[in-house]
């Protein structure tokens, strides 16, 4: 069911605002809530229903509560001067006043990537986290990292080809990391312990008891630390442009000057179309990329998490350190890297592969931190995929 008005429509399926057919940049606890006054628009709502439906009965201050409703109606228009949609109820609550349609949603599509659903988790802390099944065959988790989104990815020209590539042999089982993505936004702790309860909590959710895991970039870290954890359970490790130690707690000087000038960036150009930062962004992930591809930047930043949350989520990254667990892992490993990898350097992969004992490593050649299809590694990388899970090695 998706429920129209005006040019806007909420369809609670893919947790989606479209605007004009097109999906507009929403954050999780701001769908609840347009999503619960849109449901109960046939009276006024109260501030403690509120509070229940979107918080979850926590205690919450009525500033948080005033600018979730500010930005409930920024996403659609409204303001608190006009109330078109949203109405202000005095002492009593709000209501959904303007007039809504309800209608079925279209069939969802039955090719590549877009096989899949959709379904909410908690991780130990209480956090909501979204997480993906699709594709068949054995099943392969990725793990949650910096700047996606379950629905938006579908149709990423960076994200999809990747996604439709592992579906075709595997079980996909992803999830947007806290602070990012359809997960919850609003987070305080992003602690690498955070981050691998949120794998446990996608992985218990999609009942997954033994599975190969697929850490990148920073994925990979957090796919060392559940490994570490759970031994039982990950048949197959494979981590891909990763690192044991992040960039601000390397000896290297340069690094530690780069991951700080990200910082800069990312808080001044987050998600803004002709920023330097776009440029300085696909230099760094993507400078192999098409003209298609690099554009798609803006809007992967501007739907996946704020600036804010961009600047946390990367400042706690530069942070990871599990260099003291990548020696007492035994799974079977594969460690990926590109030879020329302008985000995590090729020293990274290799230290990774030297550390953790019997891994293999491939060195892929090329610049770009996500392999893309134009790539002359591309097909390498997934036969090495299959052959090390499928095929029963390296």
């Known amino acids: 069911m998706r429920y129209l008005f005006g040019d806007y429509a909420l369809v609670p399926e893919t947790r989606e605002l479209l605007r004009a057919g097109r999906s507009c940049p929403v954050e999780p606890q701001v769908f609840d809530l347009l999503l619960f006054l849109v449901r109960e628009r046939g009276r006024v709502v109260s501030v403690e229903e509120l509070i229940g439906a979107v918080w979850n009965g926590r205690i919450v201050s009525d500033s948080a509560i005033g600018a979730r409703i500010s930005a409930a109606r920024a996403a659609i228009g409204d303001d608190g001067a006009a109330q078109k949609w949203i109405g202000t109820v005095r002492r009593r609550g709000f209501r959904f006043v303007g007039p809504v349609e309800e209608a079925e949603a279209a069939a969802a599509p039955t090719t590549g990537a877009e096989r899949q659903r959709v379904a909410l988790c908690r991780s130990a802390d209480g956090t909501r986290i979204a997480y993906a099944t699709g594709g068949a065959g054995y099943p392969l988790v990725k793990a949650g990292h910096w700047l996606t989104h379950l629905e938006h990815d579908r149709h990423s020209p960076i994200w999809r080809p990747l996604l439709e590539r592992l579906e075709r042999r595997f079980r996909l089982v992803r999830y947007d990391q806290r602070g990012n993505g359809l997960s919850d936004w609003d987070i305080a702790d992003f602690s690498l312990d955070r981050f691998v309860e949120d794998m446990e909590a996608a992985v218990d959710a999609a009942g997954l008891d033994r599975f190969a895991l697929y850490g990148t970039s920073q994925g990979a870290p957090i796919a060392v630390a559940y490994a570490h954890r759970h031994p039982d359970r990950v048949s197959h490790l494979i981590l891909h442009g990763g690192f044991e130690k992040g960039r601000l707690l390397r000896p290297s000087e340069r690094e530690r000057v780069e991951g700080e000038a990200i ?132």
């Open 263 to 394: 910082l800069a960036l990312i808080r001044h150009g987050w998600g803004r179309p002709g920023s330097p930062f776009i440029d300085a962004f696909a230099t760094m992930f993507v400078p192999e990329g098409s003209r298609e591809q690099i554009d798609s930047l803006v809007e992967l930043q501007r739907l996946t998490t704020s600036s804010e949350n961009a600047a946390a989520l990367r400042a706690a990254i530069d942070r990871f350190d599990v260099s003291g667990l990548v020696g007492e892992i035994a799974t079977p490993t594969l460690v990926i890297h590109a030879r020329d990898d302008g985000v995590q350097p090729l020293e990274e992969g290799r230290t990774l592969a030297a550390r953790i004992k019997g891994a293999a490593f491939l060195q892929l050649e090329g610049r770009n931190h996500v392999v893309l299809p134009q790539e002359k590694a591309w097909p390498t990388l997934f036969e090495a995929i299959e052959r090390f899970v499928l095929g029963g090695g390296a």
